[in-house]
């Protein structure tokens, strides 16, 4: 599999390049200390999808407000190659559409805003050891794709790029790996063509997963001494850190109402989660998952989509309805 966010890239694009550094820490909540999962905060009604070209792997990573899904069939692993689709409402067979970066071998699309424009990262190799794909990212606009990738020389070898979210302001947000294998965040104006660091005092290395068309981020990070925690920084610089019961927890995206997603990693298993300012974490599990299941995106009606891991230890895509 490509790098993956969950368990789980030269700049082609006009515009001056810019490298700056977000502010962060203007107030910091932490509530790594007490907390717990809960009930669901809402009942689900549990949908999944697969595409038919491999109904072994799937994992559905983005929704919009219209119900439009981004998302990827294939395992990674050699001869099981990622493919990147769209999947339109009513969901059937006929409404996935093809999108993988042209030339590419591999196509993750991770996200998705409500104009259509998608972000995600692509490889031109498979090889057998996934860690040695180089990974760069892309977003496509209009029909056209372009490739975004950090201005840095501190890469890590082979590179890894990955843009994971974008919101309606054509803002986006990922990582690279820098030459230590740490993620260092940034955000991706599409606009302008200038990137912004992501930066949160004390963090050893940080994955800017989501941003809602507020401006705020989501994400991942780790210091020096604990384990990951997720993070959503406002557009008006408050940030909030929050971990579940000390295990590793990574939020992968945030809607309009700065409700987190993600998941909760115990030993061997992967919980669901969603996660507000307000009411702290609720678990989300696919019934049919067999102690794996990943929210990966929501849309503002609360919408979730993600994957489990069914019986038979097939990755299946999920759409989970309020």
Do not use: C
């Amino acid at each position: 599999m490509l790098t993956p966010h969950a368990r789980k890239l030269a700049l082609v694009v006009a515009g001056t390049l810019v490298a700056g550094t977000l502010a962060t820490g203007l107030t910091a909540l932490s509530e790594a200390a007490n907390a717990r999962m809960s009930a669901p905060a809402a009942h689900y009604a549990f949908h999944t999808y697969n595409n038919s070209n491999d109904e072994t792997f799937n994992q559905l990573l983005g929704i919009n407000s219209h119900g439009l899904i981004s998302g990827y069939f294939g395992s990674g692993a050699q001869g099981h190659k990622n493919k990147g689709y769209l999947l339109n409402p009513p969901y059937h067979q006929s409404d996935y559409v093809v999108e993988n970066f042209p030339g590419s071998a591999q196509t993750q699309v991770t996200g998705l805003n409500n104009a259509g424009t998608t972000v995600g990262f692509f490889s031109h190799t498979n090889k057998a050891n996934p860690a040695n794909n180089a990974n760069f990212g892309f977003y496509r606009q209009n029909g056209q794709y372009h490739e975004v990738n950090f201005p840095t020389s501190d890469n890590s070898a082979p590179p890894v790029n990955q843009l994971l979210g974008v919101n309606s302001s054509d803002i986006a947000v990922g990582f690279y790996n820098d030459s230590a294998g740490n993620a260092r965040g940034y955000m991706y104006n599409i606009g302008t063509g200038t990137f912004t660091r992501i930066k949160i005092s004390g963090a050893v290395s940080l994955t800017a997963t989501g941003i809602n068309n507020r401006g705020d981020v989501t994400g991942f990070f780790n210091d020096a001494t604990g384990p990951v925690m997720s993070f959503l920084l406002t557009h008006t610089g408050h940030l909030y850190t929050f971990v579940s019961g000390g295990n590793e927890t990574q939020a992968f995206g945030v809607n309009d109402s700065d409700e987190a997603v993600g998941a909760i990693t115990i030993g061997s298993s992967t919980f669901g989660f969603t996660w507000t300012p307000s009411g702290g974490f609720h678990h989300v599990n696919d019934p049919k998952g067999m102690g794996s299941t990943v929210v990966n995106g929501v849309n503002d009606a609360g919408d979730l989509v993600g994957f489990y891991t069914d019986g038979k230890g097939n990755v299946d895509g999920m759409l989970a309805t309020p």
